[in-house]
């Protein structure tokens, strides 16, 4: 059965600070991985990474995925009240479904 | 550009009963998805669907069906509302298996 698990569920830091957000995944005949940010409605899309190792970056987000480990990390640096959100983590397996995990809740302080 | 669209926004309704949750896209994508959202339980997949006149089911399938005869419209229908579906559904739509999912904005349905 296809699952993917992310940890922490939840997490509260303070505005600057750095954060690492994981996910682990095992998910038939694996496509590629996919982050997604929700804040009050829907889940905006952030990252696909189908290749280990590489290392994807927008802004102050990046991510990279390790297909040995099956396992991908978000990193979020400066972080600022607007980043408080859940984070949502999701594998995509080759007969096209996309699986998610029950995500990460975010919440940063001022 | 209107994306993903979804009807109704909220919707709520008596045990039994049945109804149809609309999903529509402008994007000319090919894949669409329906999950439900619950409390601490992230996304979880209903259904979804590669391309006009095929459909496929997800994790949690039961008490819901789907059809594709266009490539724009993915309706979800249930057939007999139980408290169980109580949630929030969401479609997606994308344009191939290299891209992310667009996400409409939601149906909050309750059922009593």
């Known amino acids: 059965e296809d699952k993917v698990v992310q940890s922490p569920l939840s997490l509260v830091v303070h505005e600057g600070d750095t954060v690492t957000l994981n996910c682990s995944y095992e998910v038939t005949n694996f496509r590629s991985l996919l982050w997604y940010k929700q804040e009050k409605k829907a889940p905006t899309f952030l990252f696909m990474l189908?290749?280990?190792?590489i290392e994807k970056k927008s802004g102050r987000l990046s991510s990279i995925l390790d297909k040995k480990e099956l396992s991908s990390i978000l990193n979020i640096t400066a972080t600022q009240t607007g980043d408080s959100a859940i984070y949502l983590c999701?594998?995509?397996?080759?007969?096209?479904?996309?699986?998610f995990g029950k995500g990460t809740r975010l919440h940063i302080l001022p | 550009n209107a994306g993903v669209t979804q009807t109704p926004k909220f919707q709520v309704l008596k045990t039994g009963q049945s109804m149809t949750l609309q999903c529509a896209q402008d994007?000319?994508?090919?894949?669409m998805s329906w999950y439900r959202q619950d409390p601490g339980m992230g996304l979880r997949l209903i259904h979804y669907?590669?391309?006009?006149?095929?459909?496929d089911q997800g994790e949690v399938p039961n008490g819901y069906n789907v059809s594709r005869s266009t490539t724009e419209d993915f309706p979800l229908r249930l057939l007999s509302a139980a408290p169980s579906q109580t949630s929030v559904y969401f479609c997606a739509s994308r344009a191939t298996a290299n891209y992310g999912y667009t996400f409409g904005s939601g149906t909050r349905l309750t059922v009593v």
């Open positions: 669907s590669v391309g006009a006149g095929i459909t």
């Open positions: 999701a594998g995509h397996t080759r007969d096209d479904k996309i699986i």
């Open positions: 189908t290749s280990s190792g």
């Open positions: 994007m000319n994508h090919e894949y």
